[in-house]
T-cell receptor, first 110, second 117 residues
Framework: DAKTTQPNSMESNEEEPVHLPCNHS???????IHWYRQLPSQGPEYVIH???SNVNNRMASLAIAEDRKSSTLILHRATLRDAAVYYC???????????FGDGTTLTVKP | DAGVIQSPRHEVTEMGQEVTLRCKPI?????LFWYRQTMMRGLELLIY????????DSGMPEDRFSAKMPNASFSTLKIQPSEPRDSAVYFC???????????????FGPGTRLTVL
């Protein structure tokens, strides 16, 4: 099963860090983990991806567990504009498609 | 680049009518994906193309749905006849090399909100 498991919803206060977890216990050694987010009334947008090492970009950080069975998307300082549905997805080598699960709805409180 | 362009942004039609949704991918992207999003089923992949050729249409719900990609810069998703249960937001996405290349990224359009009365 190529799907991942995420909590349905999370809340955060503005300006505080947010840790969004994802379980992918059946991941294979060559699968990448990608994160997308979907702001209200928009299409999903890419956030970050990684394989084994932790990754940072201007939007977020991605921490991948040593056994690769889970990962965490980290927003260092949540803003109201970060309120969105966050999807954790496996990209398998040579698989033509990826599967979006239900994602985590992040609410940011002022 | 303007990103993935979809039209129309909103479509309201009556049951039984034909509906055509349009998509222009990002120039140079070899892969194009059509998704459908509903509250009940979330984001579902309907079909995807590689170099204008349909590769996997296993997500197309039934024969009423068809998709074409006549050239690298245009694709259509057609529903004929439409039914109320087809009401959803339809997204088009494109990517440079395909998600089988593990580091590739999909770029989504703004979506078409379809309402079938």
């Amino acid at each position: 099963d190529a799907k991942t498991t995420q909590p349905n919803s999370m809340e955060s206060n503005e300006e505080e860090p947010v840790h969004l977890p994802c379980n992918h216990s059946t991941i294979s050694g060559t699968d990448y983990i990608h994160w997308y987010r979907q702001l209200p009334s928009q299409g999903p947008e890419y956030v970050i991806h990684g394989l084994t090492s932790n990754v940072n970009n201007r939007m977020a950080s991605l921490a991948i567990a040593e056994d690769r069975k889970s990962s965490t998307l980290i927003l260092h300082r949540a803003t109201l504009r970060d309120a969105a549905v966050y999807y954790c997805i496996r990209h398998s080598t040579n698989a033509g498609k990826s599967t979006f699960g239900d994602g985590t709805t992040l609410t940011v409180k002022p | 680049d303007a990103g993935v362009i979809q039209s129309p942004r909103h479509e309201v039609t009556e049951m039984g009518q034909e509906v055509t949704l349009r998509c222009k991918p990002i120039s140079g992207h070899d892969y194009l994906f059509w998704y459908r999003q509903t509250m009940m089923r979330g984001l579902e992949l309907l079909i995807y193309f590689n170099n204008n050729v349909p590769i996997d249409d296993s997500g197309m719900p039934e024969d009423r749905f068809s998709a074409k990609m006549p050239n690298a810069s245009f694709s259509t998703l057609k529903i004929q006849p439409s039914e109320p249960r087809d009401s959803a937001v339809y997204f088009c996405a494109s990517s440079l090399r395909g998600v089988g290349v593990s580091t590739d990224t999909q770029y989504f359009g703004p979506g078409t909100r379809l309402t079938v009365l």
